[in-house]
């Protein structure tokens, strides 16, 4: 996700916010994966946001990125990582994200 793919991405996730029932807490597009810490709607459920945010970007990137189509078969796989932040706190969680910059 570079060559301004990666700010296309942000901007995606950001702008379904109030629409998928979540909001964006931090956010960190690397090469070949993005991290993502949102507050999420429990009536919506946080596996139905990420299958939406995935879907709705893989579909968007696709259309205005015509090479990503060429490249790969598919933008997203099915795999998800999910976890809740209930035994850290939301400062431990976003500054790992922030130094995943510099991995």
């Known amino acids: 996700m570079t060559d301004g793919i990666d700010e296309r991405l942000k901007q995606l996730i950001t702008e ?3 629409e998928y029932g ?3 807490l931090d956010m960190e597009v690397m090469p070949d994966h993005v991290h993502l810490l949102l507050d999420v709607d429990p009536k ?3 596996y139905s946001v990420v299958t939406k945010i995935k879907g709705y970007t893989s579909k968007q990137l696709r259309e205005q990125f015509p090479a990503l189509k060429k490249r790969i078969p598919t933008l997203w796989t099915r795999s998800k990582f999910i976890s809740s932040v209930g035994s850290v706190s939301l400062d431990v969680v976003k500054r790992y994200i922030e130094e995943q910059k510099h991995v």
């Open 16 to 18: 379904t916010q109030e």
């Open 44 to 46: 919506v459920g946080i």
């Open 22 to 24: 979540y909001e964006v």
